[in-house]
T-cell receptor, first 111, second 115 residues
């Protein structure tokens, strides 16, 4: 059975801190790993990773994929209260275009 | 910027009633997905359409749920009869066809409460 596991389930930090979110997976027909940010609404796309070891960056957010050890990390530096959200990891499959999501990590950034 | 549209945004119903949700994907997106997201969990795929055809409905509870995309554009998800356990966020997403895409674009969702 395919698994996408995120850790930690939740964390609370103060503004300016750095957070590291983890996503491990065990799936067949892996194609890509995606990160989404979900505030109190629909998920919004952050990154899609397909190759190992290549970091993707967008402002204070960055992510990397390790296809050998089957995990990805999402880093947020210099956190702001607007970063408070649920961060979802999803695996995309080769054969069809489905996504399997993890349960998410809830990040709370306190001023 | 093109967006996925969903309606209604919120729906409160009593158990054993029928409910319907509507989704209009981004123009030109051939693939449409319906997800259910229970509080504290990630989205779970219910049904996937490629144009007007169902590609995957293995997780759709077919005794009470139905979905259609008659003209390959907008889509309707129906629940009849609704049960207490159906309370959740129902998300619609779309993506372009093609070999290189897994990225999906989500609509604002419909929050269903069954009393």
């Amino acid at each position: 059975e395919d698994k996408v596991v995120q850790s930690p389930l939740s964390l609370v930090v103060h503004e300016g801190d750095t957070v590291t979110l983890n996503c491990s997976y065990e799936v067949t027909n892996f194609r890509s790993l995606l990160w989404y940010k979900q505030e109190k609404k629909a998920p919004t796309f952050l990154f899609m990773l397909t190759s190992s070891g290549i970091e993707k960056k967008s402002g204070r957010l960055s992510s990397i994929l390790d296809k050998k050890e089957l995990f990805s990390i999402l880093n947020i530096t210099a956190t702001q209260t607007g970063d408070s959200a649920v961060y979802l990891c999803a695996v995309g499959y080769l054969i069809d275009y489905k996504l399997s999501f993890g349960a998410g990590t809830t990040v709370t950034v306190r001023a | 910027e093109a967006e996925v549209a969903q309606s209604p945004r919120y729906k409160i119903t009593e158990k054993s009633q029928a409910v319907a949700f509507w989704c209009d994907p981004i123009s030109g997106h051939a693939t449409l997905y319906w997800y259910r997201q229970i509080l504290g969990q990630g989205p779970e795929l219910l049904v996937q359409f490629q144009d007007e055809s169902v590609v995957d409905d293995s997780q759709l509870p077919k005794d009470r749920f139905s979905a259609e995309r008659l003209k390959g554009v907008d889509s309707t998800l129906k629940i009849q009869p609704a049960e207490l356990g159906d309370s959740a966020m129902y998300l619609c997403a779309s993506s372009p066809s093609g070999d290189s895409y897994n990225e999906q674009f989500f609509g604002p969702g419909t929050r269903l409460t069954v009393l």
